[in-house]
């Protein structure tokens, strides 16, 4: 072998020049296909040729292979990309990148190019499982769905509509998500539905709203590819949204022009491929982008022409407390504001005060406040998580906003503020279905009673059926459900026994009150440990449905194999329990393929006219997705911008239509800086920050049953500083015991590996079912969007 | 019965005659084992062919951009054997050294167990070439994997960090698609239908 294999080398050298020019052009993937193209009539030709020699029994090679290829969304992250699927005899076999999406062009991630093997994990659920004599047992589906219509109706009987409750996802499918709330507010009659995405994008939905009175980007994925600065905001966007770094790499290798600027707490991927990084203490991001803004406004460097035409000042309550339990919460109200006003409270955050809170640099702040300020440069500012989950959530999205509308560089190609998603569709089923307490289809609002009015009409229900108050977001519906006063919950597509903050305090009051659990899953996973009735749910494209990503782009796919024994969509099972419940006449549709198109189809009348119409599901079958507003068969890449939203009319400019009554103008608020509920003191002396890793999808109950990404990433850890390592006397492996006033953990630490948090931090991901994190994170939340704060909490280091 | 046998014989000369032309015409390269092994080393390293291959080596440096310094160029060991565990072990050239973020999709492998089995499996290249039939494969023979992000074929198959087993007999030529076409299934997601 190794003779041969130095032959082969020799061969080869002698090619090396032409090899190396060869290496480096990059190929015209064009051409390439037309060549295919041309190779493809030779092979028809082939058989035709050596046609005696066929065996007409035995399979050809050709037929061996055939794998059928469909399109689907990605089953994983926000960013959307779209996937061949590879099925050969009713199972998937491969999965490849989809070239045919704008949102990828071919790329995934290694999750992505995993989906196949998250349906085939040994201990799927195939049966309905039955709490018996305290212990699961398999059981016959129909026992199970009248098990739970009968504790849900007396439940209901007993204790009111507001005793029963169903808890969902960003990943439920937009069908999963309105037969859930189509059941809970037109049928039930109680507000109690609300999603995991309140825990990770309520804060942007509300920053949204308050700025431009209307949810979700102006921009899209297109500004990647244009920019020329990108400004990450506690974004460790390598690892988190991979497939959108790449277009960033991608356009940063083509145009040199192009700078990254990292904001963040711990030296990540991010931060390696970065030109500026800025290491922040935690909550001074609010000081950060109001400093920014003084520089913009107080050199006169802001577009004067845009702030007086399409921006209005506002101010709101100040101190407004942190969500704690048993802490009463102030009214939170808002007044007019002048620019005189609000120049007069950015006063105070002059650079060096900034430098002082924040810890960085004043040239730094400058520096980018002067790309934001520069009218040549154009610049898209990125956040996910590390703004959303945060206490000011609300302000600091308000705060960043304010610097691209004072810059006037806001819904232009390659310019605009852009709020990134963790889930596939927490905007398309959360977001823009309305999946929460106080949503109803597209934008509206239980408050409204127009909204109501439009709602009950078309459901053809009575009147007055949805209440108009809204009841319990996530936190404190899981409080009630803890204190007993939730006695029944559906619980769909998410795992809160892993992702609730300060998770033990939730899992004791449930073992005290027993409420009645059902959980839609696929795995076992903590919540599963909990459920009275497990439902074995049909998963990704063993269903058909729709998810919606960050750049509102709606995405369908069919169905392509079948799911295990009993397994059927979330949404079968609200149609099947709202039938036994007496709403049978809210869901017409009788098959699986009917209950996806028909359930799309009527949510998306609530859609149209009201700026988020989405297309129609026949249309979105033969699209990679498509941007809403899709008006007139067409979608909407820069929303608010003349000549580029169907909704702006002629000689506006930009118009933000979501705010008719502030004249179609955007806010700019004053919010100030306020710490956070815990910091580090003597007895907790370092912050704790949790988040993600590339192979983890949320809770790994997925993703952990994959050989290649359970052994890349196969437990949670412990990152430290070296420097405090040092101190501490830690090296890397070395069990570190972590305890904050409400947990502890031992965990492995990471020193000096795939990221490196700045002194006084340490970072724990949050996937690993068996290494808790959040048995010690805070339930403290943002006041305004509900968003529990999972970065930042104070602990104690110790070696374990 | 005589004709049945005489059937059967004729039919086994027959196939083993074509089963040399067929190896003769569609693997000018190496041995029928070598190309074996290798399809079977190649997927040890992948979950299906044509997902991304995991690191099989651990990684020096922390940083994402430390792969390229090897994988730009490759390197083959041969004397530098003692500084890795393996003899002759190669650094291979990326086919798509455009993308940077390497561990967006290449992930190293820590030995520990598995968290819950897997049922999923894929197909292998080695079953390909079983069945691949007399006469239904007129040489050359078609390209047994997908060609996203590995549109240069010669990386793999020519450069000096391409295994052996998989060099063609007959060198260099250009255009190798000329020749050598994607399976047809996978063609429909690959061709934009021009
Ligand atoms: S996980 Fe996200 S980035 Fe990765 S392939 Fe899926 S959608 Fe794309």
């Given at each position: ?561 079948e799911a295990p024994g009993d397994s ?33 189809e009527e949510y998306r009348k609530f ?166 994190i959040n048995k010690l994170t805070l ?22 | ?194």
């Amino acid at each position: 072998m190794k003779k041969e294999f130095k032959k082969d080398t020799e061969i080869n050298n002698s090619f090396a020049d032409k090899l190396d020019n060869l290496i480096q052009t990059k190929i015209d993937r064009k051409n390439f296909l037309k060549k295919i193209g041309t190779a493809y009539a030779v092979a028809l030709a082939g058989p035709l040729i050596f046609n005696s020699c066929k065996e007409s029994d035995e399979e050809t090679f050709l037929d061996k292979l055939s794998i059928k290829w469909e399109k689907a969304p990605c089953r994983f992250c926000g960013v959307g990309c779209s996937a061949m699927v590879g099925v050969r005899d009713g199972k998937i076999v491969a999965i490849a990148g989809d070239r045919k999406s704008s949102v990828n062009k071919g790329l995934l991630c290694i999750k992505g190019y995993h989906l196949g093997e998250i349906l085939y994990g040994e201990d799927r659920f195939h049966n309905a499982l039955i709490r018996k004599n305290g212990k699961l047992v398999e059981s016959p589906l129909e026992e199970a769905l009248t098990l739970v219509a009968s504790r849900f109706k007396e439940s209901i009987a007993a204790n009111g509509a507001d005793s029963v409750a169903i808890y969902g996802s960003g990943q439920w499918t937009i069908q999963d998500g309105y037969s859930a709330l189509k059941l809970m507010k037109g049928g039930i009659g109680t507000n109690n539905i609300e999603a995991n995405a309140r825990l990770c994008m309520a804060s942007a939905v509300t920053g949204f709203m308050t700025t431009f009175g209307k949810d979700e980007p102006m921009g899209c994925y297109d500004d990647l590819d244009i920019g020329d600065v990108f400004v990450f905001w506690g974004n460790n966007m390598a690892e988190t949204h991979p497939v959108l770094f790449s277009r960033i790499m991608e356009n940063k290798r083509i145009n040199p022009k192009v700078q990254l600027v990292d904001i963040t707490v711990r030296q990540t991927r991010t931060s390696d491929s970065s030109d500026m990084v800025l290491y922040f203490n935690p909550q001074s991001d609010l000081a950060i982008a109001n400093a920014i803004a003084r520089e913009i406004v107080y050199n006169n460097r802001y577009n004067h022409s845009f702030v007086e035409n399409h921006t209005f000042f506002k101010s709101g309550t100040t101190n407004i407390g942190f969500g704690l339990e048993g802490v009463a919460e102030p009214a939170i109200t808002d007044k007019k504001n002048s620019f005189e006003q609000y120049k007069k409270s950015l006063d105070m955050y002059t650079l060096e005060y900034v430098q002082k809170i924040s810890g960085v640099s004043a040239e730094k702040i400058q520096k980018l406040a002067s790309y934001y300020a520069d009218p040549n440069i154009k610049i898209v500012s990125l956040w996910c998580m590390g703004m959303n989950q945060h206490t000011r959530g609300t302000w600091i999205n308000n705060l960043v906003y304010n610097i691209h509308l004072l810059t006037g560089k806001i819904s232009q190609p390659g310019n605009g503020p852009f709020s990134l998603t963790g889930q596939p569709s927490a905007c398309g089923t959360v977001r823009e279905v309305g999946t929460l307490t106080h949503g109803l289809p597209a934008g509206r609002n239980v408050k409204n009673p127009e909204d109501r009015a439009f709602t009950e009409n078309l459901w053809g229900i009575k009147s007055g059926t949805i209440p108009a108050k809204p009841s319990a977001h996530t936190i404190a519906m899981f409080r009630k459900l803890k204190d007993g006063k939730i006695k029944a919950i559906m619980i769909q597509t998410t795992n809160p026994m892993v992702t609730l903050p300060d998770r033990d305090k939730f899992l004791k009051g449930i073992q005290k009150n027993k409420p009645f659990i059902v959980v839609c899953d696929v795995y076992p996973t903590p919540t599963t440990e909990i459920a009275d009735v497990v439902l074995p749910a049909a998963m990704w494209v063993e269903r058909a449905g729709c998810f919606g990503n960050s750049e509102r782009r709606t995405q369908q796919w069919n169905k392509m194999v079948e799911a295990p024994g009993d397994s059927h969509p979330d949404s079968w099972y609200n149609i099947e329990i709202g039938r036994r419940l007496g709403f049978g006449n809210l869901f017409p549709w009788k098959t699986e393929e009917e209950q996806a198109e028909g359930l799309y189809e009527e949510y998306r009348k609530f859609t149209i006219g009201v700026g988020k119409d989405i297309a129609p599901y026949k249309r979105l079958q033969k699209e990679r997705g498509m941007r809403w507003p899709v008006v007139n068969g067409k979608e909407t890449l820069w929303r608010y911008r003349e000549g580029s939203d169907p909704y702006v009319h002629k000689g506006e400019g930009f118009s933000f239509y979501g705010n008719k009554i502030l004249g179609n103008r955007a806010v700019i608020w004053e919010r100030p800086y306020e710490a956070p509920p815990e910091v580090p003191d003597s007895e907790y002396p370092f912050w704790l920050c949790t988040g993600r890793v590339i192979e983890h999808w949320h809770t790994g109950s997925m993703t952990r049953r994959v050989e290649q990404i359970h052994k890349a990433m196969p437990h949670a850890y412990v990152e430290l500083n070296k420097d405090d390592a040092k101190n501490l006397k830690i090296k890397n492996g070395d069990d570190v015991k972590l305890t904050s006033r409400r947990g502890s953990l031992v965990l492995p630490a990471m020193i000096d590996g795939r990221a490196k948090p700045k002194k006084g931090l340490v970072f724990v991901p949050f996937f690993d079912e068996s290494l808790l994190i959040n048995k010690l994170t805070l339930d403290a939340h943002c006041p305004i969007s509900k968003q529990p704060d999972y970065k930042k909490c104070s602990v104690k280091v110790e070696r374990g | 019965m005589l004709k049945l046998l005489k059937k059967i014989i004729f039919k086994t000369i027959f196939k083993t005659i074509l089963f040399f032309v067929v190896f003769l015409l569609s693997f000018h390269c190496g041995e029928k084992n070598e190309r074996a092994d290798f399809a079977s080393k190649r997927l040890k390293l992948r979950a299906y062919e044509g997902a991304p291959p995991v690191i099989p080596h651990t990684i020096l440096k922390s940083g994402t951009h430390y792969c390229l310094s090897c994988h730009t160029k490759g390197i083959v060991f041969e004397k530098d054997a003692e500084v890795w565990s393996k003899k002759n072990m190669v650094a291979k050239i990326t086919p798509h050294p455009e993308w940077v973020n390497c561990f967006q999709c290449h992930v190293p492998q820590q030995d520990t167990g598995l968290f819950h089995k897997n049922k999923f499996k894929t197909f292998h290249l080695a079953h390909v070439k079983k069945n691949i039939k007399s006469g239904e494969e007129p040489a050359p023979p078609p390209m047994p994997h997908q060609v996203e992000n590995r549109e240069k074929c010669i990386i793999c198959h020519l450069s000096k960090t391409a295994d052996p087993s998989i060099v063609p007999k007959h060198g260099m030529r250009d255009g190798c698609e000329m020749c050598h076409l994607p399976p047809e299934s996978l063609d429909i997601y690959l061709g934009d239908g021009e």
